[in-house]
């Protein structure tokens, strides 16, 4: 299974932009589709954004379109969430989370697709 780890989270006003990281070890990276979900005190799990294999297909929650971006960086083996425009209601513990697919075009929305999760990175928006 590979092993994921975040980075980058942190304390930002809103209005300001930040960029979460996940670095991928103990499989090869770019045989997962790579998501990014995001869990707020007291709320369920939800998507956020999602990347194919080769980079080539996203999807974004509907709330995130425009403001974030998610790009992967294969021979890094990892996966970026540069966000933008930052709202207080995008506070959350952020996590990256892995699916291994044979599809190069594959993008995931589901987390119980996932079958390997980091341990989460804090992003907290100060209105």
């Known amino acids: 299974q590979v092993q994921l780890v975040e980075s980058g989270g942190g304390l930002v006003q809103a209005g300001g932009s930040l960029r979460v990281s996940c670095a991928a070890s103990g499989r090869p990276f770019n045989i997962y589709v790579m998501g990014w979900f995001r869990q707020a005190p007291g709320k369920e799990r939800e998507f956020v954004a999602s990347i194919s294999r080769s980079g080539g297909n996203t999807a974004y929650e509907h709330s995130v379109e425009g403001r974030f971006t998610i790009s992967r960086d294969n021979a890094k083996n990892t996966v970026y969430l540069q966000m933008n425009s930052l709202k207080p209601e995008d506070t959350a513990v952020y996590y990256c989370?892995?699916?291994?697919?044979?599809?190069?075009?594959?993008?995931?929305?589901?987390?119980?697709?996932?079958?390997?999760w980091g341990q989460g990175t804090q992003v907290t928006v100060s209105s």
């Open positions: 989370a892995a699916h291994f697919s044979p599809w190069q075009a594959t993008v995931l929305q589901v987390a119980a697709e996932y079958g390997s």
